[in-house]
């Protein structure tokens, strides 16, 4: 699923998940992941900025499966609405949510 994001502003949330299960299912799972914590930044966080969410299924395999199963967020150009949610001081380039 791809949204357009505003100019000032690229904000991205990845999901992952374990090498466990079918290629297929784990693509389904990583993407409900990221959709969650896109769900939750923009109830919890009051986020209104467009977000980019892609679902990757199984990540790095020399990961365990607690640390595969995961969201990934990044921020490539920071905008004071994103980087109010992280950070006071405006310092956070990732977060990862497991």
């Given at each position: 699923?791809?949204?357009?994001?505003?100019?000032d502003?690229?904000?991205?949330?990845?999901?992952?998940?374990?090498p466990d299960?079918?290629?297929?299912d784990?693509?389904?799972?990583?993407?409900?992941?990221a959709?969650a914590v896109?769900?939750?930044?923009r109830?919890e966080?009051?986020?209104?900025?467009?977000?980019?969410?892609?679902?990757f299924?199984a990540s790095?395999t020399?990961?365990?499966?607690e640390e595969?199963?995961?969201?990934?967020?990044?921020?490539y150009?920071?905008?004071s609405?994103?980087?109010?949610i992280?950070?006071?001081?405006?310092?956070?380039?990732k977060?990862?949510?497991?």
């Open positions: 699923l791809r949204k357009e994001v505003r100019v502003s690229l904000f991205r949330v990845e999901g992952f998940s374990s299960g079918y290629v297929s784990n693509v389904s799972l990583s993407m409900a992941r959709l896109n769900d939750y930044l109830k966080h009051g986020l209104k900025l467009e977000v980019f969410l892609t679902g299924g790095n020399t990961l365990s499966k595969s199963r995961r969201v990934d967020i990044t921020v150009q920071k905008s609405e994103v980087m109010a992280f950070d006071d001081n405006g310092t956070v380039e977060m990862v949510v497991k």
